[in-house]
């Protein structure tokens, strides 16, 4: 089984920005396409943004485009979402995932997943 540590998570303001990190030391990291899916109290797990094995492909929801952004360093075997201009509705658990496949956007094209990270955004 391959292990996914999410960290960075916090109480940020309205406006304000975060660094989430995701470590797998595990697994073959450099062939896994990666992503980030949130989940808010009372609502289904939704997809944020996803990176290609090698960086090539991005994806971004529509809700963060443009504020969030995507990282991946194989030789570090980290992934990153740097999150901008931070919204309260964006208060949620965050959670990294690995896909032995490509990027998707559905939950069930990844393989691992982490524990999550608590981001809340206050007003």
């Known amino acids: 089984q391959v292990q996914l540590v999410e960290s960075g998570g916090g109480l940020v303001q309205a406006g304000g920005s975060l660094r989430l990190s995701c470590a797998v030391p595990?697994?073959?990291?450099?062939?896994?396409?990666m992503a980030w899916f949130r989940q808010a109290p009372g609502k289904e797990r939704e997809f944020v943004a996803a990176?290609?094995?090698?960086?090539?492909?991005?994806e971004y929801a529509d809700s963060v485009k443009g504020r969030f952004t995507i990282s991946k360093d194989n030789a570090k075997k980290l992934v990153y979402l740097q999150m901008n201009s931070l919204k309260p509705e964006d208060t949620a658990v965050y959670y990294c995932?690995?896909?032995?496949?490509?990027?998707?956007?559905?939950?069930?094209?990844?393989?691992?997943w982490g524990q999550g990270t608590q981001v809340t955004v206050s007003s």
């Open positions: 990176i290609s094995a090698g960086g090539g492909i991005i």
């Open positions: 995932a690995a896909a032995r496949s490509g990027v998707s956007r559905w939950k069930l094209g990844y393989d691992y």
């Open positions: 595990g697994g073959t990291f450099s062939t896994y396409a």
